[in-house]
C-alpha cells in the first residue's frame, strides 16, 4: 500500500491536514484503501488524535463498547494479536465494523532479522477478516525493516511535529472538526494564549465549541474571555518590566499570586521571556532584522524573518519552547521591539538575577516574596538603579 503522504511532505501541516481530510472521507463512507493504518510520530497527541478521529468516523459511538479491542505495549504480543484478530469478542455479530487499535505493540520490536515468511504479524495482516480494521499507533519511529513490511500491507500515515507556522492550519482543522468558524484575529490570540501544545488548542477549541455550540463563530473577545494564559499574563508583567513601572508589575504580580498560579512557572516563563529578549537583541545587532522592517507589513516582515541565514538559526536553541525563530511572526516583532529597550548586558544580568531566584526557592524562604524582590530588582536594572 501506499503512503496517504510521504515523510517529507508530512513535515509542513498544510500537506497534512489535506491528506487527512481525504482519508477521513473515505473513512466516512466506509472506503478505505486498507484495513489497516498505520499513524506513526514523535508527537503521541497528534497520533491518539488521529487514531480517535477514525474510530469516530468508523463506528457509531453505541457500538464502540463491543466493537473495539485495544491492545498496547507488552500486551500487543502475536499472539494477543492474532486471538483478537480472528477471535470476535462476544456481541461483534450485532455491528457492522470491528476495530483493534495497537498501541507501540511488542511484537514490532521482535522482529529482528527474521525473514517475512517467518513475521507472524506480517502473515495476519495479508489476512484481515472482512468487516475488520486494524489501526496501528506509534510514537517510536519504525524502522526500515518495519516500515518496509507494513508498506506492503497498511496504508503509511507519518506525522511530525507541530512547528509555530503549522499552529493556525492546525487550529482551522480543528475548528472545522468541530464544526464552529474562528475568524483569523480570534484564531491568533488562542495561539497566542496557549502556545505550541497541540493538546491544549485541542482543548480549547472543544471548550470553545461547548461554549458558542454547532456553526457558531468564535471571536476574538470571547476567546480572551474563556481562555485564560498564564504566558499571556507574564506577558503583560514583562511588558510593565520593559517600561520599568514596578507599581504596576507588582499589580500583576499580585493578581497571579492570588489567583494561586505556580511561582516555578512564573519564574521558568519569565527566563523564557529573558532568553527571547537575549536572541532578540542579538538579531538586532547583527543586522539581520532592519529597525524600518520592525513596524513593516506582515508579509515583509515575514520574507525578512526567512532570510536570515542558516547558520545563524542554528545558534539558537534547538528547542522550539525557547527558539525565538520558531514562534509565531507576531510573538518574534513583539520580542524585537522589547529587545530595543534593553543592551545585551542587561539581559544577562537579569538572566543572572533569574538564576539567583530559583536557587532561592530551594532555601525555603517565601517564593512569592522572593519573585517580588525579582521584580522589583528586574525594574531597578531597566531604570539603571542599583539593585537590592
Known amino acids: 500500500m501506499p503512503y496517504l503522504l510521504f515523510p517529507q511532505e508530512a513535515q509542513f501541516f498544510r500537506n497534512v491536514r489535506k491528506a487527512l481530510a481525504q482519508l477521513y472521507q473515505s473513512a466516512r463512507y466506509g472506503n478505505l484503501k486498507s484495513p489497516v493504518i ?12 488521529v487514531i480517535q478521529r477514525l474510530t469516530d468516523l468508523l463506528l457509531p459511538e453505541g457500538e464502540r463498547q463491543t466493537a473495539i479491542t485495544v491492545l498496547e505495549g507488552k500486551e500487543a504480543t502475536e499472539a494477543e494479536f492474532a486471538q483478537a484478530l480472528f477471535e470476535p469478542t462476544f456481541g461483534f455479530q450485532l455491528t457492522r465494523r470491528r476495530l483493534i487499535i495497537v498501541k507501540s505493540p511488542a511484537f514490532l520490536k521482535e522482529q529482528g532479522k527474521r525473514k517475512r515468511e517467518s513475521v507472524a504479524w506480517y ?21 526500515n525493516s518495519q516500515l518496509n513490511l507494513l508498506n506492503e500491507v497498511a496504508l503509511l500515515v507519518p506525522l511530525s511535529r507541530l512547528r509555530a507556522q503549522d499552529l493556525p492550519d492546525f487550529v482551522q482543522m480543528l475548528a472545522e472538526q468541530a464544526a464552529i468558524h474562528i475568524d483569523k484575529v480570534a484564531l491568533q490570540e488562542l495561539i497566542d494564549r496557549v502556545g505550541n501544545d497541540a493538546r491544549q488548542l485541542a482543548a480549547e477549541i472543544e471548550k470553545l465549541s461547548l461554549y458558542i455550540g454547532v456553526d457558531g463563530r468564535v471571536t476574538v473577545d470571547i476567546v480572551r474571555e474563556l481562555v485564560p494564559s498564564l504566558a499571556m499574563d507574564v506577558f503583560a508583567l514583562m511588558n510593565a518590566v520593559v517600561d520599568g513601572d514596578a507599581p504596576k508589575a507588582f499589580k ?32 538586532l545587532d547583527s543586522k539581520l532584522i532592519s ?31 525557547l527558539n525565538l525563530l520558531k514562534q509565531s511572526p ?13 543592551s545585551r548586558e542587561q539581559i544577562v544580568d537579569a538572566l543572572k538575577l533569574i538564576l539567583e531566584t530559583d536557587i532561592g526557592f530551594k532555601t525555603g524562604i517565601d517564593q512569592g516574596q522572593q519573585l517580588a524582590l525579582l521584580i522589583l530588582n528586574l525594574c531597578r536594572l531597566k531604570n539603571g538603579v542599583k539593585q537590592f
Open 38 to 49: 498505520v499513524v506513526f510520530g514523535e508527537d503521541e497527541f497528534l497520533v491518539q488524535r
Open 123 to 143: 502473515q495476519f495482516l495479508q489476512r484481515v477478516p472482512e468487516g475488520t480494521y486494524v489501526l496501528f499507533a506509534l510514537t517510536e519511529p519504525p524502522t
Open 252 to 283: 500583576m504580580l499580585d493578581g497571579l499570586i492570588q489567583r494561586r498560579e505556580n511561582p516555578m512557572l512564573i519564574l521558568y516563563l519569565l527566563a523564557r521571556q529573558f532568553r527571547f529578549l537575549l536572541q532578540g537583541r542579538i538579531l
Open 291 to 321: 529597525p524600518a522592517l520592525l513596524h513593516a507589513r506582515a508579509d515583509a516582515f515575514r520574507q525578512q524573518l526567512e532570510r536570515i541565514p542558516e547558520e545563524v538559526k542554528q545558534l539558537l536553541p534547538e528547542d522550539h519552547r
Open 330 to 342: 507576531s510573538v518574534i516583532r513583539n520580542f524585537l521591539l522589547q529587545a530595543r529597550n534593553f
